[in-house]
Nanobody, 121 residues
């Protein structure tokens, strides 16, 4: 399984970015695809997840209403549209996959490399 994240960068507060995660290597039917983030000096935290098959979506309270997770099954892509970005959203964002939903990073056996998002004030 390979997960390849991209789309990070530097943006001003209030701006937007879209992260992409390309998935390959297996059938993801029944899996959940998630985004996690880790800010400097902090633990990795759950951001959002989407069911590959049914599209069930979960968000962290801190991003609800600002971030939107989506997937394109045909292209095997997962996206994270981030709007109204805040300096506290600054972190390395990673995509992950697991055969079920959870907010604990330890439940996810497959990870992509991170992409850095920096939000300036």
């Amino acid at each position: 399984v390979q997960l390849q994240a991209s789309g990070g960068g530097l943006v001003q507060a209030g701006g937007s970015l879209r992260l992409s995660c390309a998935a390959s290597g297996r059938t993801f039917s029944g899996y959940f695809m998630a985004w996690f983030r880790q800010a400097p000096g902090k633990e990795r935290e759950f951001v959002a997840a989407i069911g590959w098959s049914g599209g069930t979506i979960y968000y962290a309270d801190s991003v609800q209403g600002r971030f939107t997770i989506s997937r394109d099954v045909a292209k095997k892509m997962v996206y994270l549209q981030m709007n109204s970005l805040k300096p506290e959203d600054t972190a390395v964002y990673s995509c992950a996959a697991a055969p079920g939903f959870g907010r604990d990073a330890g439940l996810y056996p497959y990870w992509g490399q991170g992409t850095l998002v920096t939000v300036s004030s």
